[in-house]
């Protein structure tokens, strides 16, 4: 019952930017060293482009220079090894001005119907490495609110 009233808020989030005709842009980084996974995540990336809410790009390494294309909104790095996906996001999903938490719902939502109890995803608010890596990439101007340039 909780479930389908998550999905709803997501859906009538989703609704929401999709009437104002914007995209949620996301970053896909595929560490990942097993074709398996790959494949999960090519079937991800493509779930959320036909949604038409998302702009997805991937990438195999998160750069390390400054970033000079627009910024993302959210970056779901999947580490070569571990059980985590880490969703970096401008803040802890508690801090995100609305409709962002309910978005970060769907994309933790989306991983996980990718991968089942595979990997579970960690976000800023759940763990130190991902809030401090979240400031990193705003600081080379990957992740929105960064002041690379």
Known sequence: ????????VVVLALVGLLAVGQQVRVLIVDETATIEESLRIQALA???RTSGVFAVKALLALPTEPWMDEPFLFVLLFPARGPYVWLLSPGPVQHLPDPLPAVYAGLVDAVNQAFGAARQVRGS???????????????LGLLVGGTAG
């Open 46 to 48: 493509r779930g959320l």
């Open 125 to 139: 608010a759940d763990d130190l490495y991902v809030f401090l890596l979240s400031l990193h990439l705003q600081w």
């Open 1 to 8: 019952m909780v479930r389908r009233a998550v999905c709803g």
